[in-house]
């Protein structure tokens, strides 16, 4: 085994760059250059300007507190009544304290509504509203906005938790720029010690989901406001007419936003904590939902940003180009990596697949470590998350693979997103019928 293995070290030291090039193109030229040496390069640049930024950002925080706008929360759901009066709670720690809170019960089976109406009655909940008959969260969060007052709106899951200066500092890039539409929060993994599966997203949200969207805020490419916590502006959220149905629903109505020429920020330092699926069955489940919306709303739903037309921005073709490519496009390149391997180098594929690893391990330490450096809020320290990093790249490089191209193939080919449960029968046999 030793005599083999330096067998192919001699090998790849005796072909030279091209042939290298060639045997591992797809790492080279889509993995590291994107996810490693281009976030890097721009997170190094949103850093420079991190000086200027703060100065601006406390100029914004005084406008707001001068300003102290009603902002209204609504948090719609089903069956949340275990996680509502934490949340009450927790909103009661608030730093900035002008809000109307309101909770919407979507058809609860459990004793959500007894719950509501008790912490209505003594002054903890500002409105309580229920859906007797289910309709779905978009029916939810719009019933709620339909009865708010907010000058902003800010919408979150019962099931989070929030830092004490949450609410705060989702609103003070609205006091930024004037053109900003939508916020989004910075979401970490709250039960990462659960189980791998946890550990492991949360390494996955720290790198790929919170520094992703660092980089693509900086760059006005940023794509999902995330349901768990975002804000918007009202008059934003009118124009667009609000939530449409779906799984996805949350990339929807950036898009919707981003094609009416609002700004989209990401704000890192508004933290909500969530519960991730505990169990690679459960990710599954999720993760089927996540994927089939980007063929629905990206490719289908979507299409028309890559079309000259009277909403045409370059900066939402690139937005969906970008996602399209690096999520859809390349899921399916690297099966054909992997064929061409197999056709043409069978012979060496038993230290293609081990070297692929190992290039993959030392680029999640890397990326891990360094982008560690840019995070303004950690959950653990980085010492807890290293013992696992080797399992990323099975984690990332295969199971998640997977699990995308079934969801895409489902999608592409048999429309299921509106075969899920997630949402009411008749609510997406209706959404189909209309093309949303």
């Not at 790849?12 to 281009?38: D, S, T």
């Not at 989209?264 to 990710?283: G, H, M, N, W, Y």
Request: charged share 25%; hydrophobic share 45%; glycine share 6%.
């Amino acid at each position: 085994m030793t005599e083999a293995i330096d067998d192919f070290f001699g090998y790849i030291m005796i072909v030279g760059p091209a042939k290298l090039i060639r045997i591992f193109w797809f790492f080279i030229f889509f993995e590291f250059l994107r996810f490693f040496a281009f976030e890097l390069t721009t997170l190094i640049i949103w850093y420079i300007g991190n000086k200027s930024r703060k100065l601006n950002y406390q100029v914004a925080r005084r406008k707001l507190f001068i300003d102290r706008p009603l902002v209204s929360i609504i948090v719609p759901g089903k069956n949340e009544g275990q996680h509502i009066y934490k949340l009450v709670m927790s909103m009661k720690e608030q730093t900035y304290t002008n809000y109307e809170f309101i909770v919407i019960d979507d058809g609860s089976d459990d004793d959500t509504e007894a719950i509501c109406k008790s912490l209505q009655k003594n002054g903890y909940i500002d409105l309580f509203l229920r859906n007797d008959v289910r309709g779905g969260k978009a029916s939810a969060a719009n019933l709620g906005f339909r009865y708010s007052t907010g000058k902003l709106v800010v919408h979150l899951d019962a099931d989070c938790s929030y830092d004490n200066d949450a609410l705060e500092k989702i609103i003070i890039p609205f006091y930024l720029d004037d053109n900003i539409g939508a916020v989004g929060g910075n979401i970490l993994v709250r039960n990462y010690k659960d189980s791998l599966c946890a550990t492991l997203q949360a390494i996955e949200y720290a790198d790929t989901i919170s520094v992703g969207r660092i980089t693509s805020s900086y760059l006005g490419i940023y794509r999902v406001v995330s349901g768990a916590f975002g804000a918007f502006k009202r008059e934003a959220l009118e124009r667009v007419g609000g939530w449409d149905i779906g799984p996805g629903l949350d990339g929807d109505i950036t898009v919707k936003l981003r094609k009416l020429d609002y700004k989209i920020a990401f704000e890192p330092e508004a933290i909500c904590q969530t519960s991730v699926p505990d169990t690679f069955r459960k990710l599954v489940k999720q993760r089927l939902r996540w994927d089939k919306s980007i063929i629905r709303f990206r490719v289908r739903k979507h299409k028309d940003v890559f079309f000259p037309n009277s909403t045409f921005k370059f900066s939402n073709f690139i937005s969906s180009f970008e996602n399209i490519t690096y999520n859809l496009v390349l899921n399916f390149k690297w099966w054909v990596y992997v064929i061409d391997m197999t056709l043409n180098y069978p012979t060496i594929l038993m230290f293609i697949i081990p070297f692929n690893i190992l290039l993959y391990t030392i680029t999640n330490f890397l990326k891990f470590l360094i982008f560690s450096l840019f995070r303004t809020r950690k959950n653990e320290q980085v010492s807890y998350f290293i013992l696992y990093l080797p399992c990323m790249v099975f984690y990332f490089g295969l199971y998640l693979r997977i699990v995308r191209t079934i969801a895409y193939i489902d999608e592409l080919f048999f429309k299921r997103s509106y075969e899920d449960n997630w949402n009411p029968a008749k609510s997406s046999a209706h959404a189909k019928e209309l093309g949303l």
